[in-house]
């Protein structure tokens, strides 16, 4: 059981050049989530998606897409990669709140940690 | 507009003594929170939770409080070790809103 696992874990890239981060689970959650993590934000919401062929924007989504083709993967893109991206992205999942069981703790995975140049 | 604030960025403490982390929160539509535990270049890990309907969660050293009225709920860390040497989120959901909103972060360091 591997849990929430991240693609890659490095990146550097130059500006204006794209690239596709992948996060994937095996724990069959609904829920999947992309946070950021810059120095003293905290964890800032991109999107997330509460199921297979679902999306939807959080706090920050600008400069970012992203697709949940497969319940058990969700991939954020970066079309035209800008320095303003250079942060480290959580992927992270969980069961739906209206399913019942007694904790809905988000799982992390370990992130990614994307330097734009 | 920051609805999960945690207002001290660091907070040192001897080992063995109690550890106390604090979240203020300003939607009163958040009935579930969390606090997680963050290590340097690992993702953050699922630590204790609490329902609006409990004001107490315990789980082994780590106890979380809530205080409705006040929108405050804070982590006890009792006692505290070197290992507990961490960043600490607390986050907050709504029911139906899908999300988890989390606070800046407080970096506690157990002194031994």
């Known amino acids: 059981n591997a849990g929430v696992t991240q693609t890659p874990k490095f990146r550097v890239l130059k500006t204006g050049q794209s690239m596709t981060l992948l996060c994937a689970q095996d724990?069959?959650?609904?829920?999947m989530y992309w946070y950021r993590q810059d120095p003293g934000m905290g964890l800032r919401l991109i999107h997330y998606s509460v199921g297979e062929g679902t999306t939807a924007k959080g706090e920050v989504p600008d400069g970012y897409n992203v697709s949940r083709l497969k319940k058990q993967n969700f991939l954020l893109g970066l079309e035209s990669a800008a320095p303003s991206q250079t942060s480290v992205y959580f992927c992270a999942s969980s069961y739906s709140r209206l399913a019942v069981i007694a904790d809905f703790e988000q799982f992390f995975g370990p992130g990614t940690r994307l330097t734009v140049l | 507009d920051q609805q999960v604030k945690q207002n001290s960025p660091s907070l040192s403490v001897q080992e063995g003594r109690i550890s106390i982390l604090n979240c203020d929160y300003t939607n009163s539509m958040f009935d579930y929170f969390l606090w997680y535990k963050k290590y340097p270049a690992e993702g953050p890990t699922f630590l204790i939770s609490i329902s609006s309907i409990k004001d107490k969660n315990e789980d082994g050293r780590f106890t979380v409080f809530l205080n409705k009225s006040a929108k405050h709920l804070s982590l006890h860390i009792v006692p505290s070790q070197p290992g507990d040497s961490a960043v600490y989120f607390c986050?907050?959901?709504?029911?139906?809103?899908?999300?988890?909103?989390f606070g800046t972060g407080t970096r506690l360091k157990v002194l031994a």
């Open positions: 986050a907050a959901s709504a029911l139906g809103t899908y999300k988890y909103i």
């Open positions: 724990m069959n959650h609904e829920y």
